[in-house]
């Protein structure tokens, strides 16, 4: 079995994450997939606005507006979001690689976080556990062979109420929790 790890900030989780979920699982290109909304993201310049356990909360909302042919294959993991101090990638890849022991662990990452891979914390060892799919996002474009492009999402955009690119579960906790409110 492929198990792709699809982590991010996710403040908020928006339509251009589910297109890329969507599309990891109807082209097949990883078997199951684990969105995991990141704790104490650490290549980020600033702090996730809305909290970990917000973030999450978003995260299960929007995988639960998924198709069911979709949703069934995708489950958010909180395990960053749970852990104490700097969350590293490593770390998590070795904490579910115990769970799928003999499967393919597919580490989804975007252009603009493939070209810091080198600076990821025990990066050679990632390297070598982890098959990668790269995701050209259109403000960052890169030169890699895959199948799956971003769509023109800003998470950014949304916080700042420029966009409303978000399923409707997210949009109404958005609305209820006051979340992004200008301050």
């Known amino acids: 079995m492929r198990v792709g790890l699809y982590g991010g900030t996710f403040d908020p989780i928006h339509n251009g994450h589910i297109h890329v979920i ?20 650490r290549l980020r310049d600033n702090e996730p606005h809305a909290t970990g356990a917000q973030r999450r909360a978003m995260c299960q909302l929007a995988v639960s507006e998924l198709p069911a042919e979709i949703s069934k294959c995708v489950e958010v993991n909180p395990i ?21 022991e003999g499967d393919t662990i597919v580490l ?6 493939y070209e810091k891979i080198d600076q990821w914390h025990r990066a050679d060892e990632l390297k070598e556990m982890v098959e990668f799919v790269v995701i050209d996002r259109p403000e960052f474009p890169g030169q890699h062979n895959t199948s799956v492009d971003a769509i023109a999402v800003s998470a950014t955009d949304i916080r700042a109420h420029k966009s409303d690119a978000v399923p409707a579960a997210v949009a109404a906790y958005i609305k209820e929790h006051n979340l992004y409110a200008s301050k």
Request: hydrophobic residues 40%.
């Open 22 to 41: 969507q599309e990891l699982i109807s082209r097949k290109i990883v078997d199951h997939l684990l969105v995991l909304p990141a704790g104490q993201p």
């Open 80 to 100: 960053e979001v749970l852990r104490e101090g700097p969350s590293y990638t490593i770390d998590t890849v070795e904490a579910v690689a115990q769970n799928y």
């Open 108 to 113: 989804i990452v975007g252009t603009d976080a």
